[in-house]
């Protein structure tokens, strides 16, 4: 029986990582499989081959082996967990399953070498092997489990999946339902989240490093990467390799790593990259847990250097290894008891709870000098460099338990895969806030866009749906970034958007505040009470408003009084204070008082901040032995932008999640078979659909459109209206004609059936007039609607992002205006409510100026339903809705106007 061709081989094999940090190559198994099977029977003790097989088997003949690696790949098929590559390839666990004959269910079977049992194999395979069963129609497994084997068993209850068992004599049989549920991902979720906070405890937290390509040559990166390890007082064990010499720094160097006499938890390699490959390979051979490719002329310079990325990216999934980089700068740990400097900066910032993430290795020297001059302190920072391995998301699940850590900040340039990175940043902006600077805001397609939707699906918009929807911050600049997370890892959430401002000028008051107010926080006026007591203490020329200026005259001890009457006021939730210093004295006693009230504020859960105009920094120290400080921006914008995104996550933080609802009556198979149809019939990789077509999909999904009719001459246009009832609209029936408006394809509001033959006439002469007359195939007959608000909804699938869902403020000037926004699929009920409320034309949709309240809730059930449209139809990708009419509450909406493309599969 023939291996599997190349291209299923690649999508059914997967590296996954296990419990203790490593990894393992999961792959369909091969008839040359037969040596490594054998081998891995024979390491196998007796009680394992006991549990596998039911009963005590001493040898396996070659002839067993030869039928165990035959597999069909589709009733039988095999998965095999591999470690090392080539002539060194061992398995180390084997899962499969069977169909029985003319079913839909499948006998499943495991077995793991028992020095790597207790990692997880077992419970990586039955996900694997559930993903290729549902591939191949097969939606239930059975497994036939001793009594005595309860690792097994408790592999299979854990797996999500819903089960069914029942005792028969000896054996357990199990009965698994393969449908990927809420459950089954939530716990795949958690097991994923596991293993990365393991693997990555190699990189920030080792016991042993090895830094190949140390030199005693000044001004190298060799020679800065293991001073720096040194210099910084690292609590493990440090090995500097070079063949070159025999001491770096006053410590004995070895040859290779593989001389290195002890165990090696992490290689850092600052070789060529033309050595890097062998290097990784004796790291391998060597049982370093991870390696860190400081080394550039990878993926970062493309061609050859991609390949050589791809090589070596296999070496290190062959063999278990996590990887940081390559192109990238190394890694930082700040924590006292780890002191890690295994980067070639020379700057260390100060131990902190802010984690900082970056992809770009020259920004990231350049992030440590700023953090360190403003005295922000961090508690870890990662280069990820080209990301060919370890990513941000895995950086993120390993923060979000991270007791040194309280916010994260993010610099990145592109995303690994959206949404897994949506669905953990939704988990760790539960507790912590992330703040994030994305490096790449063009307008990069990959083909040829032809809807509103898809013009407007800008990376930009792409990139702000998906932080929306995974609750991270967005900051413009480095400076946002910094300010942001400075105020975010100092001061307490704030419960709401009331901002005070107290200073000692009135120009810098009234700047922030207008700063404020422009982000939408809000400046309430003081109340009486609080006017009138700071009326008996504050100088006589002092504006008693908010902004609150107390004058020049204002004495330090003034405001100490004035902030803590503040701090008892319930009616505002954050305090700006702003000071201009008249004499270097008075700012040291500034200083004071702030130290003083500060500890105030945070056990009152209320922001406080300060301003002393001109002057940056990361605040003022509240003592020696407190590593909180009180943010000090230097100017309003920096003041407002930090207290905008801090209301934001506290706002966030009491978001409900939301729910993804069920249509049930949605009619999926015949809407599948509309567009498959539609492709069929069109011998094209890409189709338009018709009327009829989207007619039909939209009452498959319970859409509700105007009344219309098709017609082929001016008399079928005729008998259409009087059916249907003027006033109507004539427009264009052709395949190839998608933008009825720019040729004049579309008369309204006609009145009487004459009013329609002409307008057919019409159409048909504006198509001659420009040559395209013989792409009409008739016209489309429509009832006005009058009245309603008109809205644009839309799909577009982004080429990184996939599919996205707009809406907006609709009509020809949608590209004009663009006044819409953009979530990433799949929606929940939450998101479809804030889609409709945060663009402008929610206020037409209230009742602008008298107009009636139009139906908002029947138009959040259309996004809805459309995002569940988009979900079952992967083959949909454009989509417009223009215009939508919203009709007054009640009435519901008329889809007037709908654009589909559809693909045989998706870009």
């Known amino acids: 029986m023939a291996d599997l061709d190349s291209k299923s081989f690649e999508k059914y094999s997967i590296s996954v990582a296990l419990k203790d940090g490593s990894s393992l190559h999961l792959r369909p198994i091969l008839m040359s499989d037969e040596e490594r099977l054998l081998a891995l029977f024979s390491r196998m003790s007796k009680q394992t081959i006991y549990l596998r097989f039911h009963h005590v088997l001493t040898h396996m003949s070659r002839e067993e082996a030869r039928r165990f690696c035959t597999v069909d790949y589709e009733d039988t098929f095999a998965l095999v967990g591999t470690l090392g590559e080539g002539s060194e390839e061992r398995i180390i666990a084997v899962g499969r399953y069977a169909r029985q004959p003319g079913a839909n269910r499948a006998q499943i079977a495991f077995e793991v070498e028992d020095k790597y049992q207790g990692l997880g194999i077992g419970t990586h395979l039955l996900d694997q092997l559930a993903y290729i069963a549902r591939d191949k129609g097969i939606n239930t497994f059975e497994a036939e489990v001793l009594a005595e084997n309860k690792d097994m068993m408790n592999v299979l209850i854990n797996s999500g999946f819903n089960m069914q068992r029942q005792y028969q004599g000896t054996t357990y049989v199990g009965l698994l339902d393969l449908a990927p549920t809420d459950v089954v991902e939530q716990k795949s979720f958690e097991r994923e989240k596991f293993t990365s906070i393991a693997s990555l405890r190699a990189f920030l937290n080792p016991k042993s490093v090895a830094v190949i390509g140390a030199s005693r040559r000044p001004n190298t990166i060799g020679n800065f990467v293991f001073r720096n390890l040194i210099q910084q007082d690292f609590k493990g064990v440090v090995y500097p390799v070079n063949p070159n010499a025999e001491v770096v720094a006053a410590i004995k160097a070895y040859p290779s790593i593989l001389d290195i006499p002890g165990d090696i938890d992490l290689a850092i390699i600052v070789v060529p990259a033309d050595k890097v490959q062998q290097v990784v390979e004796e790291s391998a051979h060597k049982g370093a847990r991870g390696v860190v490719v400081l080394s550039s002329g990878f993926a970062d310079i493309g061609g050859e250097g991609l390949d050589r990325q791809n090589k070596l ?342 978001r409900p999640s939301g729910k993804i609802p069920e249509f049930p009556d949605i009619d999926r198979d015949r809407a599948d078979r509309i567009i498959s149809s539609a492709i069929e019939k069109s011998g094209k990789r890409q189709v338009w659909l018709d009327a009829g077509s989207i007619l039909g999909l939209f009452e498959s999904y319970g859409i509700k459109f105007v009344t219309l009719k098709i017609a082929r001459t001016p008399e079928e246009a005729t008998v259409a209206a009087k059916e249907i009832g003027c006033p109507v609209a004539v427009k264009i029936l052709s395949p190839s004609i998608t933008q009825k408006t720019e040729v004049e394809g579309v008369i309204l509001d006609c009145r009487s059936g004459d009013e329609v033959r002409k307008a057919f006439t019409r159409i048909k002469e504006n198509l001659q007039g420009i040559g395209k007359s013989a792409e009409m195939e008739g016209v489309i007959v429509q009832k006005m609607v009058q009245g309603g608000v008109e809205v644009i909804v839309g799909v577009t699938q982004h080429p990184a992002f996939g599919p996205l869902v707009m809406f907006g403020l609709g009509g020809v000037y949608v590209e004009l205006f663009q006044d819409v926004i953009f979530n990433i699929h799949p929606l929940t009920d939450i998101d479809a409510h804030e889609m409709i409320k945060s663009v402008k034309a929610y206020q037409l949709l209230e009742g602008w100026r008298g107009s009636k309240r139009a139906d908002i809730p029947a138009i959040e059930d259309l996004l809805l339903r459309i995002s569940a449209m988009a979900e079952n139809h992967p083959q949909i990708l454009e989509m417009d809705l223009n215009p939508v009419k919203v009709l007054p509450e009640g009435q519901f909406y008329l889809v007037v106007d709908g654009r589909i493309l559809v693909s045989k599969e998706q870009e």
């Open 313 to 654: 990216l296999t070496t290190i999934r062959s063999y278990g290894m996590r990887m940081l980089g390559p192109n990238c700068m190394g890694m930082m740990n700040t924590n006292p008891e780890v002191n890690l400097n295994a980067t070639f900066a020379n700057i260390v910032p100060p131990h902190g709870n802010i984690a900082f993430a970056t992809q770009s290795g020259v920004l990231g020297s350049a992030i440590l000098m700023y953090a360190t001059s403003l005295n922000i302190g961090l508690s870890t920072f990662v280069s990820i460099g080209n990301r060919a391995d370890i990513s941000s998301n895995e950086l993120l699940q390993y923060w979000e338990d991270d007791p040194d850590t309280d916010v994260v900040l993010l610099y990145l340039e592109s995303f690994g895969n959206p949404r897994k990175f949506t669905r953990i940043a939704r988990s760790i902006t539960a507790k912590k806030p992330v703040v994030s600077l994305t490096g790449n805001r063009g307008n990069v397609q990959k083909r040829t866009i032809t809807s509103h939707t898809g013009a407007m699906a800008t990376d930009q918009a792409a990139t702000e749906a998906l932080y929306k929807q995974a609750g991270i911050l967005r900051a413009d600049t480095l400076e946002d970034m910094f300010d942001t997370g400075s105020l975010l890892a100092n001061q307490p959430l704030p419960q709401g958007n009331r901002v005070a401002i107290i200073s000692n000028a009135g120009g810098p008051a009234l700047l922030t505040a207008e700063a404020c107010k422009s982000r939408g926080l809000e400046i309430p006026p003081l109340s009486d009470g609080l006017a009138s007591r700071l009326k008996t203490f504050l100088p006589s020329r002092a504006n008693i408003l908010n902004p609150l200026d107390m004058s020049p005259e204002v004495s330090t001890d003034q405001y100490e009084q004035t902030l803590k009457l503040m701090l008892k006021d319930t009616g505002l939730d954050m305090v700006v204070v702003i000071f201009i210093q008249p004499i270097p004295r008075l700012s040291e006693e500034f200083a004071a008082v702030i130290r003083e009230v500060a500890p105030l504020y945070r056990e009152a859960g209320k922001p406080l901040v300060t301003s002393i105009l001109g002057i940056r920094g990361a605040g003022i120290s509240l003592g020696p032995q407190e590593r909180r400080v009180v943010p000090s921006f230097a100017f309003p914008e920096s003041t407002a932008g930090a207290l905008a995104r801090a209301v934001e996550f506290s706002q966030r933080l009491k």
